[in-house]
């Protein structure tokens, strides 16, 4: 097996697409080996890390996402996230992950990336995915932070030395603007992609590859149900652009 770095973005349920691209990447004989990931991506990252299969990942989730709710009660929904993390990492430390794990946060006192690759996993991993205004901040070593997408939602930084060896996943393809009515969820996620996607794409620059599965614009963050389409999805892309050899670089 060939191992690479990967970094996973942050993108609510799109992340799930993470577990079919690295699923595409193992059955092409590429493998992690290290990751960086940040809100979805860090959770996924976590597992895999863990020492995980994308199959025993994507079981996981699934079963814990049954009969979820993610907007009504939000404070509840990270409660289920940590017990989750709890119940399904078998180590506790960054240090004892197999693979080594890079999580990206925002410190919300101070501003700016924070990239946590030690000590306990829990903290830094509900500070990565506390988006703001739905689950509250979490403190990390005596400071408040929040979702890591809101400083950069490709964090790239860790592999700065080989970036051109870097396998670069990011689950938010922009949609096509479509005037008239749309809900507020949809506005939103808008929002989200075109104050963060500058960044990505300047993270994504000079990667070895950039990998992100177009038709994930369909489905907005929070479409808990769609988890097994989109996983799908990124599985098929991935496939696709590996048997082609057209795997796009930024």
Known sequence: MEERPFVLSGGGIRGAAHLG????FREAGIVPSAI???????LVGALIADGRSTEEASEMVRQELKGSRLIRRPSLVSRRIANFLRRSLRHRTFEELPIPLH????????GGQRIFSTGELLPALMASCAIPLIFPPVKVNGIFHVDGGMSN???????LKEKDRVIAVHVNPLPVFVPGKRSVMRTMDRIWHLNFREMVMRSAQGCHLFVEPPELSRFNMFE???MEVIERIGH???RTLLEKGTAPKP
């Open 36 to 42: 960086s990931g940040t809100s979805a991506g860090a």
């Open 224 to 226: 808990l149900g769609k």
């Open 236 to 238: 098929a892309w991935t």
């Open 21 to 24: 691209v690295l699923r595409a």
């Open 153 to 159: 939602n490709l964090p790239v930084e860790p592999f």
């Open 103 to 110: 999580v990206s946060a925002t410190d919300l006192e101070n």
